[in-house]
């Protein structure tokens, strides 16, 4: 069974560019997750998806952050115009279904912003 | 906010010694808490979780400790092996999957 594909997995922009992360669940998976990693600290939820429904959006920096998820499948998150600050690990996971179910997780895409 | 604090930061074990993180939370919503697991350039692995009606699980040599009343939690590495060296997180959610991060703590097991 594959796991959780995300790409790039690593990006390096100057700041104010725009920049996209793409996410490939596990099939079957209906709630997916996006999370920031920073160095040195543990990941933090920025939307969670169940299906093609943001069902928590609430720590996603909405003027510069965006996300979708079309069909129920795929995700893209975007950031434009990215800031230095931005510079971490974009995690993406998904679970079965909401609830107490393991969270699987992609390798991340690493940012870099200069 | 931080609602899931870790302890320690880092983490120094020879090989064969017990690893112990413990992990200390605030909100009595949360009835899920799983250890992560996570090596250089992967994303986090789920090791080993627990729910609270339980006060302890292990599996293999990893073991949780659960204490409901005092809101702790903690992970027992036992014989550590130097392949455990990696980093590890405690974390915590609500029915809704809404999971919470600790900060992490970096072990590193010496042959």
């Known amino acids: 069974e594959a796991g959780v594909v995300q790409s790039p997995r690593y990006k390096i922009i100057e700041k104010k560019q725009p920049v996209a992360f793409w996410c490939n669940p596990i099939?079957?998976?209906?709630?997916l997750y996006w999370y920031l990693q920073n160095l040195g600290q543990g990941p933090e939820l920025l939307i969670r998806?169940?299906?093609?429904?943001?069902?928590?959006d609430s720590q996603l920096p909405k003027d510069r952050f965006s996300a979708e998820r079309l069909k129920g499948v795929d995700s893209t998150l975007k950031i434009q115009p990215a800031e230095l600050g931005d510079s971490a690990v974009y995690l993406c996971?998904?679970?079965?279904?909401?609830?107490?179910?393991?969270?699987?997780f992609g390798p991340g895409t690493r940012l870099t912003v200069t | 906010q931080q609602q899931v604090k870790q302890s320690p930061q880092s983490l120094i074990v020879q090989k064969g010694g017990i690893s112990i993180i413990n992990c200390a939370y605030e909100?009595?919503?949360?009835?899920?808490f799983p250890w992560y697991q996570q090596f250089p350039g992967k994303g986090p692995a789920l090791l080993i979780a627990?729910?609270?009606?339980?006060s302890e699980k292990k599996e293999g040599r990893f073991t949780i400790s659960f204490n409901k009343s005092a809101k702790q939690f903690s992970l027992h590495i036992m014989d550590s092996q130097p392949g455990d060296s990696a980093t590890y997180f405690c974390a915590a959610s609500n029915g809704n999957n809404d999971m919470r991060f600790g900060a992490g703590t970096r072990l590193t097991v010496k042959p």
């Open positions: 099939s079957g998976h209906n709630t």
């Open positions: 909100n009595t919503a949360f009835d899920y």
């Open positions: 627990i729910r609270p009606d339980v």
């Open positions: 996971a998904s679970s079965l279904a909401p609830g107490p179910y393991e969270q699987y």
């Open positions: 998806y169940e299906n093609e429904e943001a069902v928590d």
